[in-house]
C-alpha cells in the first residue's frame, strides 16, 4: 500500500516495496516505510541513500537500523498505544515535546511514529486533539499582535540568511509577537531572534555562533536539539519573550525547534497552514524559499483579497531576485492585487531592515 502526498511516499507492504525497488530507484529521501521487515532487503537498502527517509516500526537485519541512523535517516520505535491526549486544551511546550534526550523516544518521535499507523480509533484521536489545539490556539492569540516569518526548512544554522532571519525575529519581537511553522530553518531562526527581543544584540550573535556547531538536524537530530538547549541554558530571561511555532506531525521528519515558547502542532497539515496564515493580523514576512512558501504566499493573498480593507495585513516578500527571477510570485500577486484594496499592503525589498520597518511602520 502507498500513499503520495507530494514529495512523500508512505510505504506499508514489502510488495510495495520491492516494486519500487525494481524500478531502479537510487534515493528514498522523503520516503516514510513503516512497519515493515526489512532484514531480507538488507543489501539492497544498504545501497541506497536513505539519508531522508524515515523507518517507523521496522525490523531490521543487525547493525542496519545504526547504519540508516548515522547517514540522516530517522528510525523511530514501533508505537502501538497512543502518546497523545485527545482530549488536550493547552498549547505544548518544547519541554514536553522533547521529553526525552534521544529523539526516538522522546514524545515528539514517539507521536510521529504512532501516527504512521492506519488505525480507525487513532484517526478519531489525532482529529479530537487538532480540535484541542485549535481552541488552546484561539485563547493564546486573543490578547496578542501577530506577526508571520515564512521561508525556507533548508535553511541552515551558520549561514547569512539564517542570522538575517534571527536579526528580523529580533526586530519584531520587539513590539509583537513573532509567528512561524515552529520546524527548523527559517523558522527556527525567527523564533530565536524572537526571544532575543530584549536582550543585547551580542547575546544574539553569540547563540548564532553556538548553534553553527549543528548546522541542521541532518544527520543527528540529537545534536541539533543539544545546541538549541545550549543557547537556552544561557538566555537569562524572566518571563521569556512569547514566540509561537505552528508545526505539524504530516512533516515529523523535521523535527519542532525549542525556541518557540507555545507549540501548537497539528496532525493536519491543510488545518495547521490555514490556522498559521489567519493568526497573524499583523502581517506576515516571506523570506526566500521553495514549494511550501509559495504556498503560503498566495493562501494569504486569497485571504487579503476577499478581506475588507480594514482587515487587510501586510504581505512583506525578501529578495527582489529571487521573487521576480528564481520564483516569479511577485509580478502575479502585483497582477492580482491589482486595483485592489490590496494593492496597497504588499511590498518587495531586498532587506531584512526594509522588511522589519514596513511592518513596525503600520504597528505605528
Request: charged residues 20%; proline residues 5%; negative net charge.
Amino acid at each position: 500500500m502507498t500513499h503520495r502526498a507530494g514529495r512523500i511516499i508512505t510505504i506499508e507492504s514489502i510488495t510495495e516495496l520491492e516494486r519500487r525497488l525494481a524500478q531502479g530507484v537510487t534515493r528514498l529521501r522523503g520516503w516514510r516505510i513503516v512497519g515493515l521487515d526489512l532484514r531480507e532487503h538488507s543489501s539492497q537498502l544498504e545501497a541506497l541513500d536513505t539519508s531522508r527517509t524515515t523507518f517507523a516500526g521496522c525490523t531490521f537485519a543487525q547493525g542496519d537500523a545504526d547504519l540508516h541512523a548515522a547517514r540522516g535517516a530517522l528510525v523511530l520505535p514501533d508505537v502501538d498505544a497512543s502518546p497523545i491526549d485527545p482530549h488536550r486544551d493547552t498549547l505544548y511546550t518544547a519541554d514536553e515535546l522533547y521529553d526525552e534526550p534521544d529523539y526516538r523516544h522522546a514524545f515528539d518521535g514517539r507521536t510521529y511514529a504512532w501516527s504512521q499507523k492506519p488505525d480507525r480509533d487513532g484517526i478519531l484521536a489525532r482529529a479530537l486533539h487538532d480540535d484541542g489545539i485549535d481552541q488552546a490556539l484561539t485563547d493564546w492569540t486573543s490578547t496578542r499582535r501577530l506577526v508571520g516569518v515564512m521561508g525556507s526548512h533548508d535553511m541552515q544554522r551558520g549561514d547569512a540568511d539564517f542570522a538575517g532571519a534571527a536579526h528580523l525575529g529580533r526586530r519584531l519581537g520587539a513590539t509583537f509577537t513573532v509567528a512561524t511553522g515552529g520546524g527548523p530553518g527559517a523558522m527556527e531562526a525567527a523564533n530565536l531572534g524572537a526571544r532575543f527581543a530584549h536582550a543585547g544584540e551580542d547575546a544574539l550573535e553569540r547563540a548564532l555562533a553556538t548553534l553553527a556547531a549543528a548546522p541542521s538536524y541532518h544527520p543527528s537530530i540529537d545534536a541539533w536539539i543539544a545546541a538549541a538547549r545550549s543557547v537556552l541554558a544561557e538566555l537569562e530571561q524572566d518571563p521569556p519573550v512569547d514566540t509561537l511555532g505552528v508545526p505539524t506531525w504530516h512533516y515529523g521528519h523535521e523535527p519542532p525547534n525549542l525556541f518557540a515558547t507555545a507549540i501548537a502542532k497539528y496532525f493536519r497539515n491543510a488545518l495547521r497552514e490555514a490556522i498559521l496564515l489567519q493568526v497573524c493580523g499583523s502581517g506576515i514576512v516571506f523570506l526566500p524559499g521553495a514549494g511550501g512558501t509559495v504556498q503560503e504566499i498566495f493562501q494569504d493573498a486569497c485571504e487579503n483579497y476577499y478581506a475588507t480593507e480594514d482587515r487587510i495585513a501586510p504581505m512583506v516578500l525578501v529578495d527582489h531576485a529571487h521573487w521576480t527571477r528564481t520564483l516569479p510570485a511577485w509580478p502575479l500577486l502585483q497582477a492580482l492585487a491589482q486595483g485592489r484594496p490590496m494593492e496597497k499592503h504588499i511590498h518587495l525589498v531586498d532587506s531584512i531592515d526594509e522588511a522589519a520597518a514596513l511592518i513596525l511602520e503600520g504597528a505605528a
